[in-house]
T-cell receptor
Framework: AQKVTQAQTEISVVEKEDVTLDCVYE???????LFWYKQPPSGELVFLIR??????QNEISGRYSWNFQKSTSSFNFTITASQVVDSAVYFC??????????FGKGTTLSVSS | DAMVIQNPRYQVTQFGKPVTLSCSQT?????MYWYQQKSSQAPKLLFH???????NEADTPDNFQSRRPNTSFCFLDIRSPGLGDAAMYLC???????????????FGPGTRLTVL
């Protein structure tokens, strides 16, 4: 069975702090895909990144970076120099091609000024 | 801009009164999905259309139905809403379903349903 665990329910930081959101997944398949979505208070789920199981290269996009480690079944997300606009719920998700997205329960990030 | 649009953003209905939620897309994607997201929970897939082919999740209640009259539009019908159906309903689309990365899902802003 597939499962995604986001152990951090809520995180609060002050602007300019770095913050890492943890994601641990379970799957028996060798081919799978991992995602991060951001859900601001407006409600829309915004796609941030997609990773396939054969690509363990870390990725950086501006202030965002992702660390994928198959050895620990983790796909962690780091925001550098956080800003108030980063306040949102962040979901990690997992699927195989053609199957439903399995979401974690989400981590609520609050960034104060 | 190409996008996924949901109307209305907020919908209030009465217990047992049928309600329809709307989703449209300008992305020309083949697949459209409906998710239910209850407060402080993860989104849960209800069903999806791959072109005209309807695919229901095994645990989706019969109270929920969907229609896709054309590529651009998809509707979620709740035949007899109960208090437990109050939630955010999210529509998503993907270009393909079984061909990564074209199956990446893009979401609309959601419709928040209140049942009185």
């Amino acid at each position: 069975a597939q499962k995604v665990t986001q152990a951090q329910t809520e995180i609060s930081v002050v602007e300019k702090e770095d913050v890492t959101l943890d994601c641990v997944y379970e799957t028996r398949d060798t081919t799978y895909y991992l995602f991060w979505y951001k859900q601001p208070p407006s409600g829309e789920l915004v796609f941030l990144i997609r990773r396939n199981s054969f690509d363990e290269q870390n990725e950086i996009s501006g202030r965002y970076s992702w660390n994928f480690q198959k050895s620990t079944s983790s796909f962690n997300f780091t925001i550098t120099a956080s800003q108030v606009v980063d306040s949102a719920v962040y979901f990690c998700a997992l699927n195989q091609a053609g199957t439903a997205l399995i979401f974690g329960k989400g981590t609520t990030l609050s960034v104060s000024s | 801009d190409a996008m996924v649009i949901q109307n209305p953003r907020y919908q209030v209905t009465q217990f047992g009164k049928p309600v329809t939620l709307s989703c449209s897309q300008t992305l020309n994607h083949n697949v459209m999905y409906w998710y239910q997201q209850k407060s402080s929970q993860a989104p849960k897939l209800l069903f999806h259309y791959y072109d005209k082919d309807f695919n229901n999740e095994a645990d989706t209640p019969d109270n929920f139905q969907s229609r896709r009259p054309n590529t651009s539009f998809c509707f979620l019908d709740i035949r007899s809403p109960g208090l437990g159906d109050a939630a955010m309903y999210l529509c998503a689309t993907s270009r393909e379903r079984d061909s990564p990365p074209q199956d990446t899902q893009y979401f609309g802003p959601g419709t928040r349903l209140t049942v009185l």
